[in-house]
């Protein structure tokens, strides 16, 4: 039977087929679906972590205790994950466990556009990469056979595009696997130096095997046509290659850590011009350039960004790429924007008017650092706004304490904002933190986590309790506001500023996409009254606009869920109520 499925689904299908129990992720786009589509599969224990690390120590235990198992993340989750996966590269396995590394060329909802075929070289990993949704499920499937056959995890490396785009797939069979014997062995899995050490006499020994298998495995394949120009490719860019291109020769490679040395030698020897076709990186190019082999790769392509159809046909076809469309007017900017009503509008609104150094992190709220809102001065990466608030507190002294804060969001706290506030306290900070608590992971999908109170199933669990935590940590002063409340919030912040300590304020609304609630007020604006300041239109929400001709503000019905932010901004009362 075929289905059609994304790349994420039938990585899903094919650890599914492959008989892991166990899975665990922390939500991540473009990674996301793996773990949520494995979830729906009977008999499979999946998991929302609190971050990457945990969720690949958790698929680590899974395989010494005989299970297969699955960890998946984007690729700057790997950055999260790097610790325990360099030594499970040592410990090796017992049941086969794959890590899913979904990378993001064109950094469509990532901060970097890192190339993690890197972390199997660096680990000494095998590197497997399917190019439609078919391979996703075959690959990922033999994946676990590799794993267990040359006792080591294997990294499944995907990219956006293949992890979102849909083809048809055909199903396999669910065989009964059982449970792999557990057995004692420290000699194995306890990383001290003395056990390490003959580890890595394995892993060097594994790496040879692999280079004897990376030669005969079906994962790589050649595919003869027009031998005057040869090419080498992986993962997605082969079905762009194929579409502008099927003629050529072309070596295939489903396997990139360790690179087939003997097998791309006898292809560069019978194709008059060698060319590599890689995103990102020149992983392979690199490689086939130390063997001494001529090869053009980067020369002709950048590593920057996506590649697609054209690309390839301008760079090896001496194309010209499409010319942008002529629109017939100009169509205004349209910035991504907060939701209507969602409860991080208030907070960065306010920051703002108080003119308040805000010191940001990654989740849907980074967008209060676009315009119209302009209310974010930093963000690097999951949990750094705490660490980073601290670092320019001591840099610049307790001055800038007193006007400035770091905002976090209720899930990105957990993943790894927790030790950050430890460090506040412990070395004496005065750091104001701002944790925006709208009961959920938001950005990737509405993902549950610790302090929602429900797994990944849905299932009622133990909630995490974020003020009792701050108490713990030794934060002696927790407010809890209503980020629509603004007096209220205004003057929470300015106490909590004023302090010579860390505080903590939790700004608590569910997110307005979670918990739809009935409209029982429209609002609308008088124009007698409207002076055109357009403080309403400065909260950049897509429920009022402006109305150039008029030169007044006006609601969009459709779009308005009526959280009262605007009458709140008005200075001038201008906007009013119409009962329903």
């Excluded at 005969?216 to 394949?221: E, V």
């Excluded at 610790?450 to 713990?472: F, Q």
Aim: aromatic share 6%; glycine share 8%.
């Amino acid at each position: 039977m075929k289905q059609l499925m994304s790349g994420n689904e039938g990585i899903a299908r094919g650890a599914y087929e492959a008989g892991v129990t166990v899975a665990a992720a922390y939500p991540g786009t473009p990674s996301t679906e793996v773990v949520s589509n494995l979830a729906d599969y009977a008999g499979v224990y999946s998991e929302w972590s609190p971050n990457e690390k945990v969720a690949l120590e958790v698929a680590m235990g899974a395989s010494f205790g005989g299970a297969r198992s699955l960890a998946a993340m984007k690729h700057v989750g790997v950055n999260v994950a790097a610790d325990p996966l360099f030594t499970f590269a040592y410990t090796g396995v017992n049941g086969g466990c794959v890590v899913v590394s979904a990378d993001d060329p064109g950094m469509h909802s990532s901060q970097n556009e890192q190339d993690n075929r890197g972390y199997g070289i660096f680990a000494k990993l095998p590197v497997v990469e399917p190019s439609d949704s078919q391979e996703a499920k075959d690959f990922t499937r033999l994946a676990f056979d590799i794993s267990e056959r040359f006792d080591c995890p294997v990294m499944l490396r995907v990219t956006t595009r293949l992890c979102h785009s849909q083809s048809l797939v055909e199903l396999g069979d669910v065989p009964e696997r059982p449970l792999m014997e557990y057995k004692k062995n420290s000699q194995k899995y306890v990383m001290l130096p003395v056990n390490a050490r003959p580890r890595h006499v394995a892993v060097e020994k594994r790496m040879a095997e692999l280079r004897e298998y990376a030669e005969q495995t079906p994962l790589n394949r050649i595919e003869w046509g027009d031998r005057r120009l040869g090419i080498i490719t992986t993962g997605i860019v082969y079905q762009y290659l194929k579409e502008v291109m099927s003629e050529v020769s072309i070596l295939k490679l489903g396997l990139t850590n360790p690179l087939p040395e003997q097998m791309i030698r006898d292809f560069s020897a019978q194709v008059e011009r060698l060319v590599v076709l890689e995103e990102l990186e020149p992983v392979i190019e690199t490689q086939i350039k130390a063997w001494g082999i001529a090869v053009e790769g980067k020369d002709l392509f950048s590593n920057i960004g996506e590649y697609s159809p054209e690309l390839i046909e301008a760079r090896l076809l001496d194309k010209t790429l499409p010319a942008a469309p002529v629109l017939q007017r100009d169509i205004p900017p349209r910035p991504p924007l907060l939701c209507p009503g969602c409860p991080h509008r208030g907070v960065f609104n306010t920051l703002r008017t108080m003119r308040v150094a805000v010191i940001g992190d990654i989740g849907c709220y980074t967008l209060g650092a676009l315009p119209p809102l302009d209310a974010m001065d930093t963000m690097v990466d999951m949990g750094a706004s705490i660490g980073n608030a601290l670092g320019i507190q001591k840099a610049r002294g307790e001055e800038f304490a007193r006007r400035s804060v770091a905002v976090i969001g209720d899930s990105t706290f957990i993943h790894s904002g927790i030790t950050g506030l430890i460090d506040i306290v412990y070395n004496q900070g005065q750091t104001t933190v701002i944790i925006l608590d709208n009961d959920t992971t938001a950005m990737t999908g509405h993902q549950e986590h610790p302090a929602t109170g429900r797994t990944i199933k849905g299932e009622t669990t133990r909630r995490l309790d974020l003020e009792a935590l701050c108490r713990a940590i030794g934060i002696q002063h927790i407010q809890v506001v209503d980020p629509l409340q603004l007096d209220l919030l205004k003057q929470t912040i300015k106490t909590e500023l004023e302090r010579p300590e860390p505080s903590v304020i939790i700004a608590r609304r569910p997110c307005a996409l979670l918990v739809k609630e009935p409209v029982r007020v429209r609002y609308y604006v008088d124009e007698e009254i409207c002076n055109g300041c357009r403080l309403c239109i400065r909260l950049g929400c897509t429920g009022i606009h402006w109305k150039e001709e008029d030169k007044v503000a006006q609601f969009n019905p459709d779009n308005c869920i009526s959280c009262g932010l605007c009458p709140q901004v008005c200075k001038f009362d201008a906007i009013k109520t119409v009962e329903e």
